[in-house]
């Protein structure tokens, strides 16, 4: 069971928390002409790196405010979480 | 006959408290902090089981988690509980065991015939001979198998014991107390940390109980109480013994099982059996020690035959000699002690040593004491059959592949030592890869990947002073990183016998001509002939030589076969073991009780119940209660002898003619305040939503981005900025997260923001043509005509103390009204409609004549909502917005969402209008085409419909828009039913909705 730091509330172990998938994806925005493509790629298509991946979890037994986590896929260790208005470098 | 070998003067066990139980049938006595395997020896038994597949005669082996064969059936208090090791349950009164895997007795035992047919048991016998024909593995092969396989039989009764979970959190996990444990645990608790100490045994201490050392001026025991007393006394420190760590997981988060209550003669009422904690350490320290490995040779598993170190603990902590004709059989010097133990409690033994001498001091002690030795001695065979009688030893040749000069020597026990194997199992959970380590013919760890440290014998360090001082240093070390105090304690002073090196042989030859088993894996029969056949068939990978042999598979993992067993397959190979590799370790380390796992998650505690305020109300009038998520909600109310179907349509025709109520409290209910509400509500739902206005209620179905509808439900504008949303029972805590993944994430410049309520209001829906009559009783003096209260209508009355909110929407299809008040008036509003209901024919509805009254009305719920159907495969084309963009509506673009020929909800009645259409049945053209049949879809919801009097189902199929009227068939196979059925509308009772508008 992994141990989540919440932004908001600390640390806290995994179970309080639901996971979120990549939080580099952008929701294309409304109104405006999308490809197919584009869509295909917001909708379905997401990396699997072995190594660093930058992702959205819920304390949703907590605070349930989203927020991102960078976490190695590989060891599980969670590098860094912080609140989704922070400004850090998107990079998975 | 009463414990004729337990010894006097020796053993940490209290000798004034007897205690009797039952071993297959006869009466035996052991003492207070006896195991059930010390009790046993004490009285001179040995046999306990039989074994896994040849049904072999098998004894006691270890003294604790490393036993592979001491298990048995235990019968406490009436419940008869299977596998349990004998080297780890202490006595205590009113116990009956039983052996296990044999019949008639474990004496007499037919199954033993399997030994004298073993050439046809060989390795991956299961994979060869159950193959073929396939259709005989059902019938023939699977019952076949679960007769012979398995030791003991699992009780049918729910399990009478009470077991606990508990989290903590500490600096310093020290997992095992022998020195290297019980050192650092005092330098990291003197440091300031705060401490947990776990000891899976019942006394703390380790090889410290056993080996004759001194620590300072104290003997090793003494030194151990000493610590132990003074641990106790530090705030900082929990001391836990019968405590196993039994999982290392991922964020230093470590599992272990505490024994609370077997071992008390008087629990008290609530005491749990056992407790399962789940440890967050900041650091770990493993000192988990060693087991002896033991060493192969001819019929090496008879009763009797165990290991060195057992029958040393089984002396010197229960003061029971295993034997007292003993023959020591060694590869190194380790087992010298145990057998000068013996010699100064009175028993004289002859040591086999394979090396050719030993100069080693402890050796010559041996000597001096008048103990036979022979050196470059082997053991080339055994007899006995229920218990070992004898060894023919012999001198081994140069090669050590053959045996000179055989002799017979007598013996009532062989204690083998074959070195010893670090304890690496949690170091390697953790993600630690190991090292071989040539020296010690062991793998260690090698770099730690969490904050673990391993230490002492876990680590290969074999000596008490190494041990200690590894100890301090690190229990100072790892603490230090936490508490940065910087105080720091000093190893004691340390006296023991210096050890030689072992030899590097453990599998003696067989004699000439002879083809006897030698046994590798005890409790999975395995042995060294199928190792060697598993090789010659092509099995290279450690890996698949395991699954092949099933070599430490069993509940023993392994303990103390692995190791020989991959010496075996380098030999075989010529490879050097760590070239072969080792099989990945994975918890548990020992056998947990699934009790334990589940904790207080039994029965009604599996999950939290969620009841309406209205459930003392529906208990009190014979509801009937059904599962929805968490809630229990009344599925119908019985009247007399009435069956659920009777009930249902009783509940439902009294809807369609007078009235009924239902609790809807356990709709999920959301609030959503902000000036953005509306156009946030405006790309949640396909529809429309800017200009709802206030005081109107609107029906609205979410998609998901890939288009597949989520949810619907009718959402309120209560105030400009204030909406009152509805989902559905099962969604509920799905759509909250969704709606705050939107705000939060997508557009955080809404200002909105939303907030559960439902538990906040308690519901009640009103329905049937006389529901305005009745709510007009209840509000004499607010407009309810359908100028006032029009369909889709909101508004607030004042009820009694309260607010009531009133909805004018129906799911049922009738006239009808949804009323909410605050859940603490639940009841009350509930009492006041059933008053006012009276003379109007209201009774209250249930969940089954719910979903009857929405199906024969074309109403989607839950099971055609299944996620993956679009809006249109659902009859809700018309919900979809062509002027405003919505969450999935760009994935509705997409070719196969287009296809003509897409599934899409019908309605369906059987044409002999009589047979009720299972739910789930397939729907297909001709029944009786060739197979596969061909599948047009299938049918999602069922009912019989109380307006037209016969059955009446929802399905969902291929083309279902230009269906109608054909004929077609429902097939069930899992009740082998086909029933010829006619398309007919979704809306089968009032397609025009007339009614919700009267
Ligand atoms: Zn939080």
Redesign the interface.
């Known amino acids: 069971?992994?141990?989540i730091k919440c932004p908001y509330c600390g640390k806290r172990?995994q179970n309080e928390f639901?996971y979120?998938g990549d939080a580099t994806i952008k929701?294309?925005k409304?109104?405006t002409e999308?490809s197919?493509e584009e869509?295909d790629t917001?909708?379905?298509y997401r990396k699997n790196p072995r190594g660093d991946h930058l992702e959205?979890w819920?304390h949703?037994s907590g605070c349930?405010?989203?927020f991102k986590a960078k976490r190695n896929t590989a060891?599980?260790e969670?590098i860094e979480t912080y609140e989704?208005?922070s400004n850090k470098e998107e990079h998975s | 006959m009463t414990q004729n070998y337990r010894l006097k003067n020796i053993g940490l066990i209290d000798k004034n408290h007897k205690i009797s139980f039952i071993f297959n049938g006869k009466k035996y006595f052991g003492y207070k902090g006896d195991t059930l395997a010390s009790a046993l020896i004490a009285n001179g038994v040995h046999l306990i089981a039989r074994s896994f597949k040849y049904h072999r005669p098998r004894g006691i082996f270890g003294a604790g988690v490393d036993d592979p064969s001491a298990k048995v059936q235990l019968i406490k208090e009436g419940y008869s509980e299977p596998n349990v090791n004998l080297t780890e349950y202490e006595l205590v009164e009113g116990l009956e065991l039983k052996s296990q895997n044999c019949w008639p007795s474990v004496k007499l035992d037919i199954g033993e015939i399997n030994n004298l047919l073993n050439r046809f048991f060989p390795a991956g016998f299961y994979y060869k001979t159950f193959m073929w024909p396939k259709s005989f593995w059902y019938r023939i092969y699977e019952p076949f198998i679960r007769k012979a396989a398995g030791f003991g039989v699992a009780s049918l009764d729910p399990d009478p014991d009470r077991y606990e979970h508990q989290?903590e959190h500490c600096d310093v996990l020290v997992v095992g107390s022998g020195p290297s444990g019980l050192s650092s645990t005092l330098a990291a608790a003197k440091n300031g940390a705060r401490v947990i100490l776990a000891e899976d045994k019942p006394r703390f201490g380790g090889s410290l109980l056993t080996d004759e050392v001194t620590i300072g001026n104290k003997k090793g025991e003494e030194w151990v109480d000493d610590v132990i007393a003074e641990l106790k006394s530090m705030p900082n420190v929990i001391t836990k013994s019968r405590s196993q760590v039994f999982g290392y997981?991922?964020?230093?988060?470590l599992v272990m099982f505490e024994r609370k209550r077997d071992h008390l003669q008087d629990p008290k009422n609530f005491t749990p059996r056992e407790k399962l904690w789940?440890i967050?350490a900041k650091e770990v320290i493993i000192s988990t020690g060693s087991i002896e490995r033991p060493l192969v040779f001819s019929n090496n598993d008879r009763p009797g035959i165990l290991l060195a170190s057992a029958a040393k603990e089984y002396l010197k902590v229960y003061g029971v000699a295993v034997g007292k004709k003993p023959i020591f059989f060694t590869n190194n010097d380790s087992a010298y002690e145990a057998a000068i133990e013996f010699k100064k409690n009175g028993i004289q033994s002859t040591i086999l040593d394979t090396r050719p001498s030993s100069e080693n001091q402890i050796v010559g002690e041996a000597q001096k004491m008048g103990i036979d030795i022979l050196f470059e001695h082997g053991i080339a065979n055994t007899t006995g059959h229920l218990k070992v009688k004898s060894a023919t030893v012999g001198k081994l040749n140069k090669n050590k592949n053959s045996f000179t000069s055989l002799q017979k020597i007598d013996c009532d026990c062989i204690c083998v030592s074959g070195n010893w194997t670090p304890t690496v199992h949690l170091a390697s959970q953790s993600?630690n890869k190991l090292k071989f380590d040539s020296d010690s013919d062991t793998f260690l760890p090698n770099q730690s990947?969490q904050q673990e440290v391993v230490i002492g014998a876990a680590n290969g360090s074999f000596t008490l002073m190494e041990s200690l001082n590894d100890g301090f240093e690190q229990g100072f070390k790892s603490s230090n990183k936490i508490t940065n105090k910087n105080i720091k304690t000093d190893a004691p002073i340390s006296d023991e016998k210096n050890l030689g090196n072992h030899d590097k042989f453990w599998c003696m030859p067989l004699p000439e001509g002879k083809h006897y088993k030698r046994f590798v894996d005890f409790q999975n029969d395995v042995a060294v002939s199928d190792i060697e056949l598993a090789v010659r068939e092509g099995f290279r990978s450690i890996e698949h030589v395991k699954r092949y042999t099933t070599l430490g598979m069993a509940t023993d993992q392994g303990k103390t076969s692995n190791l020989n067993g991959l010496q075996l397959v380098s030999n075989i190979e010529k490879k050097i073991v760590p070239e072969v590799g080792h099989t990945t370790f994975r918890p548990p380390y020992t056998s947990v009780t699934i009790g334990t796992i589940i904790g207080r998650e039994v029965s009604k505690y599996y999950k939290a119940t969620r009841k309406s305020p209205m459930h003392e109300w529906h208990e009190r009038n014979n509801a009937v209660f059904v599962d929805a998520g968490l809630w229990l909600r009344p599925r119908y109310y019985k009247q007399g002898n009435e069956t659920l179907q009777e009930a249902a349509k009783r509940e439902a025709s009294n809807v369609r003619k007078n009235v009924g109520i239902c609790d809807v409290t356990s709709l999920g209910k959301i609030d959503i305040k902000g000036p953005d509400s509306a156009e946030f509500l405006n790309?949640v739902y396909t529809n429309a939503w800017l200009k709802l206005p206030v005081g109107k209620a609107r029906y609205g179905v979410m998609l998901r981005?890939?288009g597949m509808v989520f949810d619907d439900g009718t959402t309120t504008r209560i105030n400009e900025n204030h909406f009152h949303m509805t989902t559905t029972t099962a969604q509920a805590a799905n759509v909250l997260?969704h709606l705050?993944?939107y705000l939060?994430?997508?557009w955080?410049e809404l200002e909105v923001n939303v907030f559960s309520t439902t538990e906040q209001w308690a519901g009640a829906a009103v329905a049937g043509p006389n529901s305005r009559k009745l709510l007009s009783k209840l509000f004499p003096n607010e407009d309810l005509s359908n100028e006032g209260l029009p369909f889709m209508g909101y508004r607030e009355f004042k009820f009694f103390d309260t607010t009531a909110r009133i909805f004018r929407i129906s799911f049922s299809g009738e006239l009808a009204y949804e009323v909410n008040v605050m859940s603490d008036f639940g009841e009350f509003m509930w009492d006041k409609i059933i008053e006012a209901g009276e003379g109007l024919g209201i009774q209250p509805y249930g969940t089954e004549a719910l979903s009857t009254l929405r199906i024969e009305m074309g109403h989607v719920a839950g099971s055609e909502i299944d996620g993956r159907l679009i809006a249109s495969d659902l009859g809700l084309d018309g919900m979809l917005s062509k002027k405003?963009?919505f969450i999935g509506k760009?994935?509705l673009?997409r070719v196969a969402f287009n296809d003509e020929n897409r599934e899409r909800i019908v309605g369906i009645v059987p044409v002999d209008k009589k047979t009720s259409i299972p739910e789930g049945s397939y729907i297909v053209e001709n029944p009786n085409a060739e197979f596969p049949i061909p599948k047009l879809g299938h049918v999602s919801a069922s009912c019989w419909s109380v307006e037209h009097n016969n059955p009446f189902s929802l399905a969902i199929i291929k083309n279902g828009k230009n269906r109608k009227g054909e004929k077609l068939f429902a097939v069930s196979p899992v009740k082998n039913m086909s029933i010829p059925v006619e398309v007919v509308s979704q809306h089968y009772v009032d397609p025009d909705g007339e009614r919700v508008r009267s």
């Open positions: 069971m992994l141990e172990s639901a979120g929701r294309p409304l109104n999308v197919d869509w917001f909708v379905y959205l819920q949703i349930r405010q989203w060891t599980h969670i989704l208005s | 989290y997981y991922d964020h230093n988060m789940y967050r993600g990947r790309r981005e890939d997260s705050e993944y939060q994430i997508v955080p405003k963009d760009r994935s673009n």
